[in-house]
């Protein structure tokens, strides 16, 4: 019986593979070849993502919107968020870099949310004035700094497939702060590098590395010349490693590195670094992937988070811009994407991603640093209608 029933069943189901998709309003066939077997049923939806109870629950982040750009560009933020009906509310706090430290309200804030999203803050250059944004770090022990650097369709750059994860100890280095004058003329400056951060912020780098799906990662000093410093995160990282063995390593010195980056920064998967390093290689990887403006990143530790642009390189104090109001929102926009999934809401995160895309894409509305002419307004806007 069943042997009979067996080429009616096969009659049955090519007839339904010919017929118009239109009469099925839950399957989407994708025919790759005739017969029983060469039917394939694809739903038009897929789960991407399962909340816990309470996942929905609005939260509240603490805005830091900065000096220079930082208001342009934080307010775009905050536009979109309210288009999008984003879950998350915003606790905003005035802070600049010329104050003598972080408001203890703006700490207590961003210790009860647990994240932070901040404009650029100015640091004078010289004097006695210490950074706010270094303070942020240490007090708050972010200890990894991440800057996602890579091609954007339809943003044209000299160089390819650029797709580099910098991620940068940011607790200790040259950034230390312990300086001092020995005698008049002749200042000593500390460079700290202890195991326990270079162990931490090589685990980062490999677990970033193994939960995204990336396939080297590249450790960048300068042991050549500082070789108890930079020996002992070389160590670490290879230490590291050892426990990570589907993923290749290698290391390279950071002099080299910058040569490497500017004339083939496609061969760069992830890469970790002490301080000082990271900051350079970022910078210059920002560069040359399509520039300052466009590029995402964030610092965080074991409790809390800051995301802001990835790599500033002095934009936050081109007065130009905030006068004319054309400073590019693309990287603080894809920054907040980073904090939606890092919020755990990764739905939202991926329609601004799109949508920021897209506007990049399409190239209408581009700010001056992209090669176009728009205001920060205008590419707000045009972000909104596409998330419409």
């Given at each position: 019986m069943a042997r009979r029933s067996l080429p009616i069943l096969k009659q049955l189901l090519q007839r339904s593979s010919s017929e118009s998709s239109s009469s099925s309003s839950l399957l989407n066939p994708s025919i790759v070849g005739g017969g029983l077997l060469g039917t394939r049923y694809e739903p038009k939806r897929s789960v991407t993502y399962m909340p816990r109870p309470g996942?929905?629950?609005?939260?509240?982040?603490?805005?830091?919107?900065?000096?220079?750009?930082?208001?342009?560009?934080?307010?775009?933020?905050?536009?979109?968020?309210?288009?999008?009906?984003?879950?998350?509310?915003?606790?905003?706090?005035?802070?600049?870099?010329?104050?003598?430290?972080?408001?203890?309200?703006?700490?207590?804030?961003?210790?009860?949310?647990?994240?932070?999203?901040?404009?650029?803050?100015?640091?004078?250059?010289?004097?006695?004035?210490?950074?706010?944004?270094?303070?942020?770090?240490?007090?708050?022990?972010?200890?990894?700094?991440?800057?996602?650097?890579?091609?954007?369709?339809?943003?044209?750059?000299?160089?390819?497939?650029?797709?580099?994860?910098?991620?940068?100890?940011?607790?200790?280095?040259?950034y230390a702060g312990l300086e001092h004058e020995v005698v008049d003329g002749v200042v000593e400056s500390l460079k700290v590098i202890t195991k326990f951060c270079s162990e931490r912020i090589a685990k980062y780098a490999f677990e970033y590395a193994y939960l995204n799906n990336r396939k080297k990662v590249t450790a960048v000093h300068k042991a050549n010349i500082m070789k108890l410093a930079d020996g002992l995160f070389l160590e670490s990282c290879r230490e590291v490693a050892k426990k990570y063995p589907g993923i290749q390593y290698n290391e390279i010195i950071v002099d080299n590195c910058c040569m490497q980056l500017v004339s083939k920064p496609e061969q760069f998967d992830v890469m970790v670094t002490p301080n000082l390093y990271g900051n350079l290689v970022a910078n210059t990887a920002a560069g040359i992937a399509g520039g300052t403006g466009v590029m995402p990143g964030g610092n965080v530790g074991?409790?809390?988070?800051?995301?802001?642009?990835?790599?500033?390189?002095?934009?936050?104090?081109?007065?130009?811009?905030?006068?004319?109001?054309?400073?590019?929102?693309?990287?603080?926009?894809?920054?907040?994407?980073?904090?939606?999934?890092?919020?755990?809401?990764?739905?939202?995160?991926?329609?601004?991603?799109?949508?920021?895309?897209?506007?990049?894409?399409?190239?209408?509305?581009?700010?001056?640093?992209l090669g176009g002419t728009s205001t920060t307004q205008e590419v707000v806007d045009a972000v909104i209608d596409v998330l419409a």
């Amino acid at each position: 019986m069943a042997r009979r029933s067996l080429p009616i069943l096969k009659q049955l189901l090519q007839r339904s593979s010919s017929e118009s998709s239109s009469s099925s309003s839950l399957l989407n066939p994708s025919i790759v070849g005739g017969g029983l077997l060469g039917t394939r049923y694809e739903p038009k939806r897929s789960v991407t993502y399962m909340p816990r109870p309470g996942d929905g629950t609005p939260r509240a982040v603490t805005l830091i919107p900065g000096d220079g750009i930082g208001p342009l560009v934080t307010g775009a933020v905050e536009q979109v968020m309210e288009a999008m009906h984003a879950p998350i509310y915003f606790e905003k706090f005035e802070v600049h870099g010329d104050m003598p430290k972080v408001p203890d309200e703006v700490m207590e804030s961003i210790k009860k949310n647990k994240v932070c999203l901040k404009g650029g803050l100015a640091t004078p250059v010289g004097g006695g004035v210490s950074s706010l944004n270094v303070e942020l770090r240490k007090e708050l022990d972010l200890f990894a700094s991440l800057v996602n650097c890579f091609n954007l369709t339809g943003l044209a750059t000299r160089h390819e497939n650029v797709d580099i994860v910098v991620i940068r100890e940011n607790t200790e280095g040259e950034y230390a702060g312990l300086e001092h004058e020995v005698v008049d003329g002749v200042v000593e400056s500390l460079k700290v590098i202890t195991k326990f951060c270079s162990e931490r912020i090589a685990k980062y780098a490999f677990e970033y590395a193994y939960l995204n799906n990336r396939k080297k990662v590249t450790a960048v000093h300068k042991a050549n010349i500082m070789k108890l410093a930079d020996g002992l995160f070389l160590e670490s990282c290879r230490e590291v490693a050892k426990k990570y063995p589907g993923i290749q390593y290698n290391e390279i010195i950071v002099d080299n590195c910058c040569m490497q980056l500017v004339s083939k920064p496609e061969q760069f998967d992830v890469m970790v670094t002490p301080n000082l390093y990271g900051n350079l290689v970022a910078n210059t990887a920002a560069g040359i992937a399509g520039g300052t403006g466009v590029m995402p990143g964030g610092n965080v530790g074991a409790d809390h988070a800051i995301f802001e642009q990835g790599a500033s390189a002095g934009n936050v104090g081109k007065i130009e811009l905030v006068e004319q109001k054309k400073a590019n929102p693309t990287a603080l926009l894809l920054s907040s994407a980073m904090m939606l999934r890092h919020l755990q809401f990764p739905s939202f995160a991926d329609r601004l991603e799109c949508a920021v895309m897209r506007v990049v894409s399409e190239g209408k509305y581009r700010t001056k640093d992209l090669g176009g002419t728009s205001t920060t307004q205008e590419v707000v806007d045009a972000v909104i209608d596409v998330l419409a």
